[in-house]
């Protein structure tokens, strides 16, 4: 079992949809991260996590909209999204807030 | 603003050779981390290595090492008889405060037979 599981790993949506992305982290860390990976482009942060309150928010399109019910889970909801959102979506957790993160599988989003 | 600069796209490498990545960073803070991530084609991203800003030794993880030059704002990862499970994205990352890591744009390491 991965330490960051990230469901579901593909997702297809029209621009219409509401769907989300859920992440759950079974190394009992107290900071969970939402990132977008886009094809020649660094890692864009989206939004920071730590004991389920929010500490990073880089303005990200209203669209997204993330939800942690606890420090184990973490969702992104996406609603109305445009075909430039399409990207691999990373989740993370880490311990420390300056030390190693970790990463989950990703979950490639589609949006046609 | 702080920024990680990674010049090259992409490299290859013989297989049991040694290779160097080079990664800039640009910062006025003097107290943070440095961290090299590699991503292999099945996308999870695993943590190579860590450096510390305030040590003066040069990070070391089996086969992976860096070359930490503080006053050039550079961090190479050197990897030493390069494997075929080696090929992956490679990035650089930094961070001085808490939780905003900033990451570089990546290099592309391919391990050739």
């Known amino acids: 079992e991965t330490g960051v599981t990230q469901t579901p790993r593909h997702l297809v949506m029209g621009m219409t949809n509401k769907k989300s992305l859920k992440c759950e982290q079974h190394?009992?860390?107290?900071?969970m991260y939402w990132y977008k990976q886009s094809a020649k482009k660094p890692l864009e942060l989206m939004f920071v996590?730590?004991?389920?309150?929010?500490?990073e928010n880089n303005s990200v399109p209203s669209r997204f909209s993330p939800e942690c019910p606890n420090s184990s889970h973490l969702f992104l909801h996406l609603h109305t999204l445009q075909p430039e959102d399409s990207a691999l979506y990373l989740c993370?957790?880490?311990?420390?807030?300056?030390?190693?993160?970790?990463f989950g599988e990703g979950s490639w989003l589609t949006v046609v | 603003a702080q920024t990680v600069t990674q010049s090259q796209p992409e490299m290859s490498v013989q297989e049991a050779e040694t290779v160097t990545l080079s990664c800039t960073y640009d910062?006025?803070?003097?107290?943070?981390?440095l961290f090299w991530y590699k991503q292999p084609p099945s996308r999870q991203m695993i943590l190579v290595i860590r450096?510390?800003?305030?040590?003066?030794q040069n990070a070391t993880e089996n086969r992976f090492s860096v070359n930490f030059q503080k006053a050039a704002k550079s961090f190479s990862l050197k990897i030493s008889d390069s494997q075929l499970g080696d090929t992956a994205m490679y990035f650089c990352?930094?961070?001085?405060?808490?939780?905003?890591?900033?990451f570089g744009t990546g290099t592309r390491l391919k391990v050739l037979a």
């Open positions: 993370a957790s880490s311990q420390d807030p300056r030390g190693a993160i970790y």
């Open positions: 190394l009992g860390h107290n900071a």
């Open positions: 996590y730590s004991l389920e309150e929010r500490v």
């Open positions: 910062t006025s803070e003097s107290n943070y981390y």
């Open positions: 450096q510390e800003a305030y040590k003066q």
């Open positions: 990352a930094f961070i001085s405060g808490t939780y905003k890591y900033i």
